[in-house]
């Protein structure tokens, strides 16, 4: 029997990219198979990759009841960078995973698979993203640029992870999460202990989401042998999401005290309203999760935006009461 996957619609479109995006139906057709690769057509990841940092900013002029013209720039750079090493970083998970997303129905539409970019194609453009990402990173203080050059070792080795660990999702949010560290010392030229507690809690908040989003794929991971916390938890998933949960608003309060101690009772209570939020959007993940309907695993996946978002709104409220 020929066990030759499908090859993917005419169009080239990926199979879990978001209906009509633009780089399907706006972009220069000749960029479109590398902004796939960028997963453009799949903005979650990006927004996931900057929340934390924008977490960070925030915090860090929290703690220092201090703003300045520069942190406008490291807003906005944040937001172009978040793009621009998300996509470099997805780059080079969709190189080293090329033969696993062959095998999988979900991924086998992608870029380099489907024979749309070669490997040295693929290479190429992950260094265009990349250098493009170092040329913001160094309009940082000494601190921040050290810490993002620290960040590429994590992001090396998290597409290997699967293969060594059923806990790829740690090495993921050590990787997405670190943002929150570096744009503290962005703006404070230091690495506070508000950036730590939120950067743990964004690994907590990793392990939340990104099983939710494995749990899309387990029956094909089991298939080639990828690990993963969903295949590792399975049926008792429920819990372990509860526990992060737990985790990821513990830490999420614990940094809010922490960054707002100097800051007037309003202030802190306006920051701490972040906590109660975020945790009421995660308990209402869970009340409609479903474990084997990938519809409602990926919609529940792309709703971490909007959970992510809901810390920025009151942190940014507290700067101005």
């Not at 090329?98 to 490997?119: H, K, L, W, Y």
């Not at 050290?146 to 806990?167: C, M, Q």
């Not at 690994?203 to 089991?222: P, R």
Request: proline share 5%; with cysteine.
């Amino acid at each position: 029997m020929d066990q030759t996957p499908p090859r993917p619609e005419p169009t080239g479109q990926v199979s879990d990219a978001v209906t009509g995006n633009w780089v399907d139906t706006l972009a220069p057709a000749p960029l479109r198979p590398y902004l796939r690769l960028s997963r453009a057509d799949r903005p979650i990841g990006t927004w996931l990759l900057l929340l934390p940092c924008w977490w960070g900013l925030l915090a860090a002029m929290l703690a220092s009841d201090q703003a300045h013209w520069f942190d406008l720039w490291i807003f906005v750079s944040t937001a172009i960078g978040a793009f621009l090493m998300r996509g470099a970083g997805c780059t080079w998970n969709d190189i080293t995973d090329r033969n696993f997303d062959g095998a999988v129905e979900r991924t086998r539409s992608r870029p380099i698979p489907s024979g749309q970019v070669t490997v040295k194609q693929a290479l190429a453009w992950m260094i265009v993203q990349a250098a493009l990402g170092a040329v913001i990173l160094f309009s940082y203080n000494v601190v921040a640029i050290g810490l993002g050059i620290l960040s590429l070792g994590l992001v090396a080795i998290y597409p290997f992870a699967k293969r060594f660990t059923w806990w790829p999702q740690v090495f993921l949010g050590l990787a997405f999460n670190w943002g929150a560290i570096l744009v503290y010392a962005a703006h404070a030229g230091h690495v506070g202990r508000g950036a730590v507690l939120l950067y743990l809690c964004g690994i907590a908040w990793t392990l939340f989401y990104d099983t939710i989003y494995a749990h899309q794929d387990k029956e094909d991971d089991a298939l080639i042998g990828v690990k993963s916390t969903a295949r590792l938890f399975g049926d008792a998933s429920g819990k372990w999401l509860y526990a992060f949960g737990v985790l990821t608003v513990v830490f999420m309060a614990w940094a809010v005290l922490d960054v707002t101690q100097d800051r007037s009772t309003l202030s802190r209570v306006v920051a701490f309203m972040a906590v109660p939020s975020f945790a009421g959007h995660m308990m209402w993940q869970m009340s409609r999760i479903s474990l084997n309907d990938t519809a409602v695993l990926l919609r529940l996946f792309r709703s971490n935006r909007d959970a992510g978002l809901l810390p920025v709104l009151f942190f940014a409220c507290a700067l101005v009461v």
